[in-house]
């Protein structure tokens, strides 16, 4: 019985992980003041103590609603990154945006996604200046 | 005495004269800088907070909210009057998308100019111009094409114009929503296309609210084969610099209009560092700094791990990061641009290759640096390496061409071999941020060079046009 339970939940555990993310329902985005790389270590509530900017949902959301998950197996290296947070169904989730190539990666999940080329550039620009705002708290 | 007195009066006529030619020509004085007697006529005279221009559209270019950029004004002759173009930004910049261009996003703080002109009574006059790119539009490359909207201060309409790739401009109509049905019902030889522009305000503390810009129809007929509203005397709003002779196919009115943001992603490295000079001697200095974030500040780790799995393996891997900072000064100023070297998409120990892609790392933080200073010969051969760093074929490898050894090699370019250790991992290995910064810490540096283990802010700094 143990064993049966135990699988129950491997399985519930396995498929919630790997559910894509309905970024359009997301909400609350917030862009926290840490150094490039030493926020990859930080939790939510430690994140959540520093200072921040709002970020305005619509325009997060125009980029990453088109942004497509990364198959499992794939990751990569980090060079830096932005650290954000935002709602979704009531749960706060820490997403880590890359500096470089467009990929984020969702804590919750362990899931990797990337905004689409032609899109990047604009990503990367939107990052870098609310990094700025994000700089002068 | 009477030729003394004689000479004495040829003189004070003479000075008199002269200064009387001086006065003839006050207004001389007004257009020795265009941006200064704009900026006076504006602050003075313009109702800058104006009566809520926007409401019920929610329009994100609200005038309440506009803050003009005065100190990236840049003055210019278009439709043969000397203009003045200045950036409107908003204090919240926002991303919207255009119908015109479904692939692309734009930062609502690139969008709009303020003209300012004199006309030949020498009385100012001023113009709201928002650019809305087509998607034949690529920032840097070209003429501008898409719609110009032309509105006053208070948002008055003033007049919208849609100018395509082959420069070709007519103006737009504006038909209310009724008069498009009824004009579609009634006339099937005729199509209407029209544009907008929308997006989605959330924003904590406020009521979400929808909102569009209507960006005009564009009418063709189809019994004539052509557009019903042909126009041609927009050039204004696409007139090049002063001295151009005011043609309608040059560059945009404001050359330099930035269409979709800054310069994160360095698309164009020679644009992107055009404003140094190379120049010996004057007064001029020159300095390369190399800067290092450590995966593990103060270690030769080559990674460092962050956030085990459940199966024991790391899920988030830093290598850290080198950039270059570049700086140009003298008594007049400083001009500083910030060169890091990345894959285009991502790299990994089992996937080590990539396009390479050169960043704007102003934003980026380090822990340890090394600044070189240098003569423009050098300066200028670093400069030439990095042009190649967005070249096709020009690969990052994390290996073997990583951005530490990117960095290294610039340097290295202009005669700069500083003695780096190559590390290793497993499956690879290389130069990597976690040497270099050690190897800086260790350095006994020559005249010349200093190191520091402060982080200062690093913005780029600097315009020309």
Not at chain 1, 31 to 46: A, E, I, P, T
Not at chain 1, 52 to 80: H, R, Y
Not at chain 2, 414 to 420: D, H, K, Y
């Amino acid at each position: 019985m143990k064993n049966i339970l135990g699988i129950f939940l491997l399985f519930n555990f396995v498929s919630a992980a790997s559910q894509e993310i309905n970024w359009q329902k997301t909400s609350d985005w917030k862009m926290y003041k840490v150094n490039d790389d030493s926020g990859l270590g930080f939790s939510v509530d430690s994140l959540r103590r520093l200072p921040f900017v709002q970020i305005e949902s619509d325009s997060i959301n125009n980029f990453i609603k088109l942004a497509k998950i990364w198959p499992k197996e794939k990751t990569s290296i980090w060079m830096g990154a932005y650290y954000v947070t935002c709602q979704l169904d009531g749960v706060i989730r820490k997403i880590d945006i890359s500096v470089y190539g467009g990929f984020f990666y969702d804590e919750l999940t362990h899931s990797y996604y990337q905004i689409p080329s032609y899109l990047r550039n604009e990503w990367m620009n939107w990052l870098s200046s609310l990094k700025g705002r994000v700089n002068k708290k | 005495m009477s030729k003394q007195v004689i000479r004495l009066g040829f003189l004070a006529s003479c000075l008199v004269w002269l200064m009387g030619c001086y006065k003839q020509h006050p207004q001389e004085s007004a257009i020795i800088d265009p941006v200064a007697a704009a900026r006076e006529y504006v602050e003075s005279y313009l109702q800058l907070k104006a009566n809520n221009p926007a409401a019920g559209t929610g329009s994100p270019f609200t005038a309440a909210n506009r803050q003009l950029d005065w100190e990236h004004a840049v003055a210019n002759k278009s439709g043969g009057l000397k203009s003045v173009w200045v950036p409107v930004h908003y204090p919240a910049s926002k991303y919207i998308g255009i119908s015109l261009d479904r692939h692309r996003l734009f930062n609502t703080d690139y969008l709009q100019k303020l003209r300012v002109w004199q006309d030949s009574s020498m009385v100012f006059h001023t113009e709201l111009v928002s650019y809305f790119p087509d998607s034949n539009y690529v920032y840097g490359k070209g003429t501008f094409s898409g719609i110009v909207l032309v509105r006053d201060w208070q948002d008055h309409f003033i007049g919208e114009y849609k100018r395509g790739k082959d420069g070709r401009i007519v103006k737009m109509a504006l038909f209310s929503p009724q008069d498009r049905s009824a004009k579609e019902a009634s006339n099937l030889m005729m199509i209407q296309l029209c544009y907008y522009s929308a997006g989605y305000n959330e924003s904590e503390g406020y009521e979400a609210y929808y909102w569009d810009i209507d960006l005009g129809c564009e009418v063709y007929d189809l019994e004539e084969g052509g557009h019903a509203t042909g126009y041609d005397e927009a050039g204004q709003y696409w007139d090049s610099s002063e001295g151009s002779g005011g043609t309608t196919t040059d560059p945009p009115a404001i050359p330099n209009l930035t269409i979709v943001g800054g310069n994160n992603i360095i698309g164009d490295i020679r644009d992107y560092t055009k404003c140094f000079d190379n120049i010996a001697g004057y007064g001029q200095h020159y300095s390369v700094s190399l800067c290092v974030a450590q995966p593990v500040p103060g270690t030769r780790e080559p990674w460092g791990f962050t956030r085990t799995l459940p199966a024991g393996s790391a899920d988030l891997v830093s290598a850290g990061h080198t950039f270059l900072i570049l700086s140009q000064w003298d008594m007049a100023g400083r001009i500083t641009r910030n060169v890091g070297f990345y894959p285009a998409n991502s790299a990994s120990p089992f996937s080590p290759i990539d396009k390479g892609q050169l960043n704007d790392d102003e934003q980026h933080s380090y822990n340890i640096s090394l600044t070189i200073e240098m003569d423009n010969s050098k300066f200028f051969a670093v400069l030439d390496f990095i042009a190649h760093g967005n070249d096709p074929g020009y690969n990052y490898d994390l290996n073997s061409n990583n951005c530490s050894s990117f960095a290294i090699r610039a340097l290295r370019s202009a005669g700069i071999n500083l003695p780096f250790t190559v590390g290793s991992w497993p499956g690879g290995g290389g130069f990597n941020p976690g040497d270099v910064g050690e190897d800086i810490r260790s350095m006994s540096l020559p005249t010349g060079m200093t190191k520091s283990t402060e982080q200062a802010n690093h913005p780029n700094w600097g315009i020309c046009y």
